[in-house]
């Protein structure tokens, strides 16, 4: 496994601009999960999918925040008409499908609205 | 009141400290996890916990699910241990994870 990727690292945009983020889960990991951290804070959940489907959203993420899953592998989380409350650590995670309750982080995108 | 607490905050230790990290909750959970997070984001997920006490190399979790209570101790500390550690727990018939605020752990050299 070379473990859950996420892409970019960092990004650096203007309010108001659109942002999208990319997130490749552990290969056969059929659980993909976004969370969303800010300074001095845990994560807190946004959305969850298994396989491609949509299953649970948060209330925090608002009609400007969309994720998809298409294929049941990769995951974009969009976050359109950007704030400067949005600036936080966008995080990925994946479970699978035979070990519940396990969950393998990527690295994070951290998101800077200027 | 947030549905996982951690104590404490913020903690300065000097190398070779025995540490403990208190995490506790407030719903009925599936599993608890401990996780690692060092400056620049990555977590590390060090412990999945559903029961009784679990050791890997100089770290020990422990919880108590009639208490709702977990620890987490690091024996011999050292200041490659410093990160936050967050504690983070698999809600009953919930599908994702809440999470505490963290502790932040200095260790001194």
């Known amino acids: 496994d070379t473990g859950v990727s996420q892409d970019p690292r960092h990004k650096i945009t203007k309010r108001g601009q659109n942002v999208t983020f990319r997130c490749d889960p552990i290969?056969?990991?059929?659980?993909l999960y976004w969370y969303r951290q800010t300074l001095g804070q845990g994560p807190e959940f946004l959305t969850y999918?298994?396989?491609?489907?949509?299953?649970?959203k948060s209330r925090l993420l608002s009609d400007r925040f969309s994720a998809e899953r298409p294929k049941g592998s990769f995951s974009t989380l969009e976050i359109q008409r950007t704030e400067q409350g949005d600036s936080a650590m966008y995080l990925c995670?994946?479970?699978?499908?035979?070990?519940?309750?396990?969950?393998?982080f990527g690295p994070g995108t951290r998101l800077t609205v200027t | 009141k947030n549905e996982v607490e951690q104590s404490p905050q913020n903690l300065t230790a000097q190398e070779g400290e025995f540490i403990t990290i208190n995490c506790s909750y407030s719903?009925?959970?599936?599993?608890l996890h401990w996780l690692q997070q060092h400056p620049g984001g990555g977590i590390v997920s060090l412990f999945m916990l559903s029961s009784g006490k679990k050791k890997h190399g100089r770290l020990i979790a422990t919880i108590n699910i009639q208490e709702k209570h977990s620890s987490l101790h690091i024996t011999a500390s050292h200041p490659r241990d410093s990160a936050v550690y967050i504690c983070a727990v698999a809600i009953f018939y919930g599908q994702n994870f809440v999470f505490g605020p963290g502790t932040r752990l200095s260790v001194l050299p």
């Open positions: 719903v009925g959970i599936s599993a």
């Open positions: 999918f298994q396989n491609e489907a949509q299953l649970e």
């Open positions: 290969s056969e990991h059929n659980r």
């Open positions: 995670a994946s479970s699978p499908r035979d070990r519940l309750y396990e969950q393998y």
